[in-house]
Nanobody
Framework: QVQLVESGGGLVQPGGSLRLSCAAS????????MGWYRQTPGKQRELVAV???????NYSDSVKGRFTISRDNAKNTVYLQMNSLKPEDTAVYYC????????????????WGQGTQVTVSS
């Protein structure tokens, strides 16, 4: 059973910073992409940032220059450093991992964390 567990959300004032963490645990062969998505009520979940297995990264235009995604493969953990936060960053943030379960099959499976609330407000 694979689990992704997030931590680090909370309430912060505009212009402040937060760091989210997501650790993968359980039995699996390897993790390819790890990323962060966010969702607000009535809207679809959107990609915030992704860190690929080769170390390359992608960001949504709305967070470029403010957020940084990083990864510790030894700990199976991905981080999202969020700086210069704005009220429009308020959302539930979800961690995603594309995980290969065994060495026999190359199929990647999507796993999601439970979500962590980030609220940016004065």
């Amino acid at each position: 059973q694979v689990q992704l567990v997030e931590s680090g959300g909370g309430l912060v004032q505009p212009g402040g910073s937060l760091r989210l963490s997501c650790a993968a645990s359980g039995s699996f062969f390897s993790i390819n992409d790890m990323g962060w998505y966010r969702q607000t009520p009535g809207k679809q979940r959107e990609l915030v940032a992704v860190n690929r297995r080769d170390g390359s990264t992608n960001y949504s235009d709305s967070v470029k220059g403010r957020f940084t995604i990083s990864r510790d493969n030894a700990k199976n953990t991905v981080y999202l450093q969020m700086n210069s936060l704005k009220p429009e960053d308020t959302a539930v943030y979800y961690c995603n991992g594309k995980i290969r379960r065994t060495s026999f099959y190359v199929t990647l499976y999507d796993y999601w964390g439970q979500g962590t609330q980030v609220t940016v407000s004065s």
